[in-house]
């Protein structure tokens, strides 16, 4: 059978692209649809249908996008109700593509609408299922977005709907089919997905914790919602964009793309109210930045940590980026619905710092002579790694400040004190150092390379499993 992963890994996110006799459909698809368009132009094929698994959370769909470019119907599973034209599915019902078909299989639980759709080839046996948030390979979907949008949808309750959609519709199906997810490691939809992004049904039914066969409903909603952190601010809002509707994509370039002198950039940034969104690597933006702005790398799991930080996908935004990756920027942000860039530094930030403009910087040492200080005197050191990353091994004394929850603990910081600040290896320092200089907290040193410098100079780490608080 025809089909291929297409797979974004800045948001862990996978699309599916399936094909028989001219007739081709795309599976959550990302906002920028050409790349899809251009795919089925190879096979010479005509997009039929855009599958979609679910009212997505973490990023905005280009299904309407690509309706409109293609003329391709939009597909939901049982109970969706979107602000827009598109089937709405029965369960079990059968949907044809060239020879292959697509059947669909209503698995509610990491929303209610949620759906697995079963892809069954030319000689009619079963192939694979894509199971969008439903099942990852070594986890499920968190079951806790949808109750942002209806009160009555408790986690526990989702979390039941998700067990009996496993047990009924998902773990009786040939162990031999693939699972195609719809993310992988570092998505924020689940707690442990594997860096694999496919396996067979059969191997998740022997190492995936979810389908264990003698678990029961109460175990599976313990597990399932412990250790699960608070969702990004940014997905309840993404969720109405998928639901609504929203701008397409060449009308938020068009706006975006706006060359911005020194002045004008200024000037705008001082009356609109907007962030200054720093997206060059965090070696730069530590030599040299316009002050108070925030720096969240291209180059890193950006667009997640814009959603995660920024969380308002309204805010209005202007850009400092590398030479020819503006358009990059522009487009990696609609794609978690921040669609109010107003433009960018033309030049970038030599312009900015060859009129004589003011800038700023960020102290940054490498971990040995970081190690030097620590031996001759106690420091402040705030570790902003995920306290799952802390727990095992950490600096001893070192404070755990998560970048993820970074505003709850400002008031922590010392304002007069010197303070260092690490993560794994040097972008969320660099993201951190930011944000809180852009609060006016300045007395920050941050240790290049992170921990994993920080071990390999052999600086004394403990595995302690509580976080020390620093007195």
């Given at each position: 059978?025809?089909?291929e992963q297409?797979y974004?890994?800045?948001l862990?996110?996978?699309?599916?692209y399936?094909?028989?006799?001219?007739?081709?459909?795309?599976?959550?698809?990302?906002r920028e649809?050409?790349?899809?368009?251009n795919?089925?132009?190879?096979d010479d094929?005509?997009?039929?249908y855009i599958?979609?698994t679910?009212?997505?959370?973490?990023?905005v769909?280009?299904?309407?996008?690509?309706?409109?470019?293609?003329?391709?119907?939009?597909?939901?599973?049982?109970t969706?109700?979107p602000?827009?034209?598109?089937?709405?599915?029965?369960?079990?019902?059968?949907?044809?593509v060239?020879?292959?078909?697509?059947?669909v299989?209503?698995?509610?639980?990491?929303t209610?609408?949620s759906?697995?759709?079963?892809?069954?080839?030319?000689?009619?046996?079963e192939?694979?299922?894509?199971?969008?948030?439903?099942?990852?390979?070594?986890?499920v979907?968190?079951p806790?977005l949808?109750?942002?949008?209806?009160?009555?949808?408790?986690?526990?309750?989702?979390?039941?709907?998700?067990?009996d959609?496993?047990?009924?519709?998902i773990?009786?199906?040939?162990d031999?089919?693939?699972?195609?997810p719809?993310?992988?490691?570092?998505?924020?939809?689940g707690?442990?997905?594997s860096?694999?992004?496919t396996?067979?049904?059969?191997h998740?039914?022997?190492?995936?914790?979810?389908?264990?066969?003698?678990?029961?409903?109460?175990?599976?909603?313990?597990?399932?919602?412990?250790?699960?952190?608070?969702?990004p601010?940014?997905?309840?809002?993404?969720v109405?964009?998928?639901?609504?509707?929203?701008d397409?994509?060449e009308?938020?370039?068009?706006?975006?793309?706006?060359?911005?002198?020194?002045?004008?950039?200024?000037?705008l940034a001082?009356?609109?109210g907007?962030?200054?969104?720093?997206?060059?690597?965090?070696?730069?933006?530590?030599k040299?930045?316009?002050?108070?702005?925030?720096?969240?790398?291209?180059?890193g799991?950006?667009?997640?940590?814009?959603?995660?930080?920024?969380?308002?996908?309204?805010?209005?935004?202007?850009?400092?980026t590398?030479k020819?990756?503006?358009?990059?920027?522009?487009?990696?942000?609609?794609r978690?619905?921040?669609?109010?860039?107003?433009?960018?530094?033309?030049?970038?930030?030599?312009?900015w710092?060859?009129?004589?403009?003011?800038?700023?910087?960020?102290?940054?040492?490498?971990?040995?002579?970081f190690k030097?200080v620590?031996?001759?005197?106690?420091?402040?050191?705030?570790?902003?790694r995920k306290?799952?990353?802390y727990?095992?091994?950490?600096?001893e004394?070192?404070?755990?400040t998560?970048?993820?929850?970074?505003?709850?603990?400002l008031?922590?910081?010392p304002?007069?004190?010197i303070?260092?600040?690490?993560c794994?290896?040097?972008?969320?320092?660099m993201i951190?150092?930011?944000?809180?200089?852009?609060?006016?907290?300045?007395?920050?040193?941050?240790?290049a390379?992170g921990?994993?410098?920080?071990?390999?100079?052999g600086i004394?780490?403990t595995?302690?499993?509580?976080?020390?608080?620093?007195?």
């Open positions: 059978m025809k089909i297409i974004t890994g800045c862990a996110h996978a699309a599916y399936i094909e028989s006799k001219g007739e081709a459909v795309v599976i959550d698809p990302l649809v050409q790349p899809y368009i795919r089925a132009r190879l094929a005509k997009i039929k599958f979609e679910h009212f997505h959370a973490d990023f769909s280009g299904h309407l996008d690509l309706r409109k470019k293609t003329g391709a119907k939009i597909i939901f599973g049982p969706a109700n602000g827009y034209e598109a089937i709405i599915a029965e369960d079990n019902q059968i949907f044809e060239g020879d292959y078909k697509i059947k299989i209503h698995t509610p639980g990491h209610m609408e759906t697995t759709y079963l892809l069954i080839d030319e000689n009619g046996k192939h694979g299922i894509v199971t969008g948030d439903t099942l990852f390979i070594g986890d979907g968190r806790d949808a109750q942002e949008m209806a009160s009555e949808l408790t986690k526990e309750k989702l979390a039941g709907y998700l067990f959609s496993l047990r009924n519709k773990m009786p199906l040939s031999d089919l693939i699972v195609y719809t993310h992988g490691a570092g998505s924020a939809c707690k442990n997905m860096k694999e992004t396996d067979s049904l059969g998740q039914k022997e190492v995936n914790y979810a389908l264990r066969a003698d678990m029961t409903k109460e175990e599976f909603i313990k597990e399932l919602l412990t250790g699960l952190n608070a969702p601010a940014y997905f309840p809002q993404n109405l964009l998928n639901i609504k509707g929203y397409s994509i009308t938020i370039m068009e706006k975006a793309n706006n060359p911005l002198s020194p002045e004008a950039f200024e000037t001082n009356e609109s907007a962030i200054i969104l720093d997206v060059r690597h965090q070696d730069d933006f530590a040299g930045h316009i002050p108070r702005s925030i720096f969240i790398g291209l180059d799991n950006f667009a997640p940590w814009v959603g995660t930080l920024i969380s308002d996908v309204k805010q209005s935004i202007l850009l400092v590398p020819e990756r503006q358009e990059e920027a522009i487009t990696r942000l609609s978690v619905g921040f669609d109010n860039t107003l433009g960018f530094l033309n030049g970038g930030f030599e312009a710092k060859d009129t004589g403009r003011d800038y700023d910087t960020v102290t940054s040492i490498p971990a040995l002579e030097k620590i031996e001759k005197d106690p420091v402040h050191v705030f570790d902003v306290e799952s990353e727990q095992p091994e950490h600096i004394k070192a404070k755990n998560p970048l993820d929850f970074l505003n709850n603990y008031t922590d910081f304002t007069e004190d303070l260092y600040v690490h794994a290896g040097g972008y969320r320092s951190a150092s930011s944000i809180l200089k852009s609060r006016g907290i300045h007395n920050i040193i941050d240790i390379g921990f994993k410098a920080i071990k390999k100079v004394s780490v595995d302690n499993i509580s976080p020390t608080t620093l007195k």
